[in-house]
């Protein structure tokens, strides 16, 4: 029989008929040896075998979970992606810290659950709302849907919210909501929580609520189909002005707010057109877990 000729890998390789050793994918399945460029080649099998590459898997994946002493080694395949597609039920690309890097449209970003640094987390029972200096209370403007940044550093789920009457005024009622946050103020209506009665004093609580916020910032509203008077963060603090900026650098105690004939369950869609007023105690909105 005539030897064989083959190109791998670029390589001229001739295979002697009738000398078996090896195995290689000519012959038809029979071992040879193997001649390159007139050496004989003769490994033993059992050293040659492990080097071999056995069925390589195009679209493996790894596990976030590190095991000692195992490499998953990814390979591109033109049958098959060689990265791995992200999904809302496949992980991305890679958890680093506990944050998992994904890609969309061939940019990679953080999908990040937390922001710890802002704040340290919540407690059930405690009430949050935003941070201020100072406290205070004002009567509210009927028809005036106010707003205040609120910040969550994780994915937190709120079941209660609720706003503080330091004076009722009979008849009346208070809307309670939440918004999206576009560049420091309010945007889209995220939940309406409903109504709390305000003709007396106290705080008044809505209960067994799902309010599913996202990491970052979001804004809690009131609005009041009347005039009574809720706890509010003092004219003198500052802290609003931080985070809305000032209308005027001579002020402080900044208001953000718009006009919205109240509803009950009707908040809008969309806040109203914003309204910056200083020198305002800002009413503020609770939640809890």
Same mark, same amino acid.
């Given at each position: ?6 190109? $791998?890998?670029?390589?001229?390789? #001739? $295979? ?23 050496? $004989? $080649? ?7 075998? =492990? ?11 790894? #596990? ?16 098959? =992606? ?5 999904? /809302? ?34 407690? /059930? ?36 919210? #609720?706003?503080?009457?330091? *004076? ?51 804004? +809690? ?32 105690? +900044? ?19 914003? *309204? ?14």
């Amino acid at each position: 029989m005539s030897d064989q000729s083959q190109m $791998i890998r670029g390589l001229r390789v #001739s $295979i002697p008929s009738g000398k078996l050793i090896g195995r290689t994918a000519a012959g038809h399945g029979q071992p040879h040896l193997i001649d390159i460029h007139g050496q $004989i $080649i003769q490994p033993v099998v059992n050293q040659i075998t =492990p080097k071999l590459a056995v069925g390589a898997n195009p679209t493996a994946t790894a #596990s976030d979970v590190a095991v000692n002493g195992t490499a998953t080694t990814f390979m591109r395949s033109d049958a098959a =992606p060689a990265v791995q597609k992200c999904s /809302s039920s496949v992980f991305g690309l890679a958890k680093v810290d506990g944050t998992t890097i994904t890609a969309s449209g061939g940019v990679i970003s953080s999908n990040a659950t937390s922001s710890p640094a802002f704040h340290p987390g919540y407690q /059930s029972g405690q009430y949050y709302s935003t941070p201020t200096e100072n406290t205070s209370f004002t009567a509210l403007t009927a028809n005036i849907l106010y707003a205040t940044p609120f910040y969550v550093p994780q994915a937190t789920t709120f079941t209660k919210i #609720s706003c503080q009457v330091i *004076s009722g005024a009979a008849g009346t009622h208070c809307e309670l909501g939440i918004y999206s946050n576009s560049n420091g103020v309010p945007h889209s209506l995220e939940y309406d929580c409903g109504n709390v009665a305000t003709a007396t004093t106290g705080n008044k609580e809505i209960t067994g609520l799902s309010l599913a916020l996202s990491a970052g910032w979001h804004f +809690l509203v009131v609005a009041s189909d009347g005039a009574p008077t809720l706890y509010c963060a003092n004219t003198t603090s500052n802290l609003m002005n931080f985070l809305l900026g000032y209308d005027d650098p001579s002020g402080v105690g +900044l208001e953000i707010s718009g006009s919205w004939t109240y509803s009950t369950g009707n908040l809008p869609a969309t806040f109203p057109t914003i *309204s910056y007023t200083h020198n305002k105690s800002v009413p503020m909105v609770f939640l809890r877990l």
